[in-house]
């Protein structure tokens, strides 16, 4: 039971870490102009991946399929991403 817990610790300081990495670049440039339904989706994408790895790593024993996983799970995230940020697909979600 700690072990999840250290766990569920571990993935909110690192999503809370990274997420404050646009909101101090915002502090100093005028370039990265993120708004608060910004942090909310960018938070629910990277809390979503990391319950999804911790999920994965409880229940997944034979260690090639948790790597396969997780790495499915960390490309998935990236394309999202990169779709919501850019627009790679031209989907109706695409950013400017």
């Known amino acids: 039971m ?3 817990n250290k766990r569920l ?4 300081i690192t999503v ?3 997420l404050f990495i646009p909101l101090l670049a915002m502090q ?5 102009s993120w708004t608060l339904s ?3 989706v960018a938070g629910a994408l990277l ?3 990391g319950l999804m790895v911790d999920l994965v790593l409880r229940k ?13 799970l960390v490309i998935g995230l990236l394309l999202v991403w990169a779709e919501l ?3 790679v697909f031209g989907s109706p979600f695409a950013g400017q």
């Open 2 to 4: 700690f072990i999840q």
């Open 9 to 12: 610790g571990v993935i909110l």
């Open 16 to 18: 809370a870490s990274l």
């Open 28 to 32: 100093f440039t005028e370039e990265v």
């Open 38 to 40: 910004d942090f909310v």
């Open 47 to 49: 809390m979503g991946t």
């Open 60 to 72: 997944v024993t034979q260690t090639k399929y948790r790597i396969a996983l997780c790495a499915a």
């Open 85 to 87: 940020a850019v627009g």
